[in-house]
């Protein structure tokens, strides 16, 4: 089983780089966290974003292809506790099968990208950058292990 993030976005700042290389080099080998990052469209005066966009989700649902949930975050989702993050990760681990977290470009998501997934997750009612939103992503995705395994990590 692996742990799939497909994102929008390269060339990440280097404390991006750092902090997802601290919490994906923490997991498991047996419960890798992975990063797919995807090239965003490049936005002009005159781009037509929502063309861009569309590209960005068409790419985004094509690297979620293979078998397994599909989890998108987004704003409009459901706001899930680190408790909540926990049961829903041992639960995906009962079936063993990789799941897909998508995050979107500067410019959100379709409709169509939010259909095809499985679960839609909000991180909160904060607008954040993209390339944090990795970070709080493998983040909560280790702390949630932690849980499982009642690692000293969690202190709630």
Same mark, same amino acid.
């Not at 094509?62 to 639960?91: F, H, K, N, Y």
């Not at 500067?106 to 939010?114: A, F, H, V």
């Not at 993209?130 to 000293?152: C, D, F, S």
């Given at each position: 089983?692996?742990?799939? +993030?497909? #994102? %929008?976005?390269? /060339?990440?700042? &280097? ?33 037509? +974003?929502? #063309? %861009?966009?569309? /590209?960005?989700? &068409? ?98």
């Amino acid at each position: 089983m692996r742990l799939r +993030v497909v #994102a %929008i976005g390269q /060339r990440m700042p &280097a404390w991006v780089q750092q902090g997802w290389k601290e919490y994906a080099g923490r997991m498991p080998r047996n419960l890798p966290l992975e990063l797919r990052e995807i090239p965003a469209g490049r936005r002009t005066r005159q781009a037509d +974003v929502g #063309a %861009i966009r569309e /590209r960005e989700c &068409a790419a985004l649902i094509d690297a979620a292809a293979a078998p397994g949930p599909v989890v998108v975050l987004d704003e409009t989702g459901l706001q899930w506790t680190t408790a909540d993050l926990s049961r829903q990760l041992a639960d995906w681990m009962q079936f063993g099968d990789d799941i897909h977290f998508l995050i979107g470009g500067p410019d959100g998501l379709n409709q169509e990208t939010r259909d095809r997934a499985d679960r839609v997750w909000s991180l909160g009612k904060l607008t954040l950058p993209h390339p944090m939103v990795r970070l709080i992503l493998a983040e909560q995705i280790y702390r949630a292990w932690t849980i499982l395994q009642n690692h000293p990590y969690h202190r709630a």
